[in-house]
Structure formats: structure tokens, C-alpha cells
């Protein structure tokens, strides 16, 4: 089955504590992003990434990092979390004219 | 700068009233366009894509329609299971930072009543 793999779905963490979010695709996309989803203000590109050790900005980078070391997986990292990245976070994959799928999400509280 | 709005943001129909959702955007090039439900607490689904003006895509009780500003999709003779938050989102030409970039509008939400 095609699918979009993000782990953990659920997180609460501490201020300045780093963590990684895993995600995983079975499809052998090309590009994978990252984005946040805040009320209000909708789904935001955070990264994402055109192959394998090709990674870009999107509209809200500062604070995170990613990279793409294999097709399958494009980890998102936060170095030192803090309250305002607190949000429901999603992985996608796509092909490069095709439709994105998207993961289950992961929803981050940071205190 | 891109711009994707999309109007109402929030849709209260009861069962069988049809609507229509409106996406207008405001983008250098556009390489397509998608229409995504969002049920609560979950990833988007894909519903439709659009490439050019005059293209329409019909999927059950939804149709999604394009111009060169907007988009539309409508509902027709809606059922409560057609309550989710419809997202629209749009793929930029001509950037070199545009091929994995996907915006998206804030999303309407759609309630659907018996």
C-alpha cells in the first residue's frame, strides 16, 4: 500500500530539548516537503526536498532542519523546540507532476 | 508574491443544499492547482487537479472548475459525511526554488448538517 509514514504522532517536549520527527515514503518520490498547520494560517512549507542531498527553504524554515540522505526517508529536526513551534506538523511525497500525499501528522506541544 | 485565498472559511449547508467553495490566487505561473479534504486531526486527501483554464474535474457530489484567476469547487445535494475543511493549493512556474512548492490556502470548512 502507498503510503506516507511519520512517527511519532504524537509528541510533548520540553523547551530546548532536540528531537527528530521520521518520515518515510514507499513510493520512490522524488520530492518530499515538510509543513506546519497552525489554525488559521493553514498548511506552511517548512523544507523540502527535490532528491536525494537536494533540500530547500519554504516559507518557514527558521528553527528546523532536514535532510535527505536516502529517497525513502526525510527527517524533520528541531534542535532546540521551543513554544512556538508547538503545531500539527505533516511529511508529503510527490512525484514531480503528480499529487502529494500526505502523512498522518505529528502533533508537537512544546512547554 | 504568491497569493492563494480561499472564501468562505467557514460553510454551514444543511443536507441536499449545494454550494460553492472559491479559491482565488494571485501567482507568477501557475503549474497546477489542487483541491485537498482535510478531516480533523488528519493528513490531507487529494481530491482533484487542474492545469489549465476551462478544465473541470467531477469526483461524486464535488466538481472543480478553473479560470485564469480562481477556482471553484462545488458541491452538490451535500451528505454529512462531506463535512471536512476543502484546501486548495497551488504549483509555481518559473523560479528556480518553485518545483517542490506547493502553497496553500488557509482552507474552507464545510459543515454538513442532516
Known amino acids: 500500500e502507498a503510503q506516507v509514514t511519520q512517527n511519532p504522532r504524537y509528541l510533548i517536549t520540553v523547551t530546548g530539548k532536540k528531537l527528530t520527527v521520521t518520515c518515510s515514503q514507499n513510493?520512490?518520490?522524488?520530492?518530499m516537503s515538510w509543513y506546519r498547520q497552525d489554525p488559521g494560517l493553514g498548511l506552511r512549507q517548512i523544507y523540502y526536498?527535490?532528491?536525494?542531498?537536494?533540500?530547500d527553504k519554504g516559507d518557514v524554515p527558521e528553527g528546523y532542519k532536514v535532510s535527505r540522505k536516502e529517497k525513502r526517508n526525510f527527517p524533520l529536526i528541531l534542535e532546540s523546540p521551543s513554544p512556538n513551534q508547538t503545531s500539527l506538523y505533516f511529511c508529503?511525497?510527490?512525484?514531480?507532476?503528480?499529487?502529494?500525499?500526505f502523512g498522518q501528522g505529528t502533533r508537537l506541544t512544546v512547554v | 508574491e504568491d497569493q492563494v485565498t480561499q472564501s468562505p472559511e467557514a460553510l454551514r449547508l444543511q443536507e441536499g443544499e449545494s454550494s460553492s467553495l472559491n479559491c482565488s490566487y494571485t501567482?507568477?505561473?501557475?503549474?497546477?492547482l489542487f483541491w485537498y479534504r482535510q478531516d480533523p486531526g488528519k493528513g490531507p486527501e487529494f481530491l482533484f487537479t487542474?492545469?489549465?483554464a476551462g478544465e473541470e474535474k467531477e469526483k461524486e457530489r464535488l466538481k472543480a472548475t478553473l479560470t485564469k484567476k480562481e477556482s471553484f469547487l462545488h458541491i452538490t445535494a451535500p451528505k454529512p459525511e462531506d463535512s471536512a475543511t476543502y484546501l486548495c493549493?497551488?504549483?509555481?512556474?518559473?523560479?528556480?526554488?518553485?518545483?517542490?512548492?506547493?502553497?496553500f490556502g488557509a482552507g474552507t470548512q464545510v459543515v454538513v448538517t442532516p
Open positions: 508529503a511525497s510527490r512525484p514531480d507532476r503528480g499529487k502529494a500525499f
Open positions: 513510493m520512490n518520490h522524488e520530492y
Open positions: 526536498s527535490m532528491n536525494v542531498e537536494v533540500t
Open positions: 501567482v507568477s505561473g501557475l503549474r497546477g
Open positions: 487542474l492545469y489549465s
Open positions: 493549493a497551488v504549483q509555481v512556474v518559473g523560479r528556480t526554488d518553485s518545483w517542490g512548492k506547493l502553497q
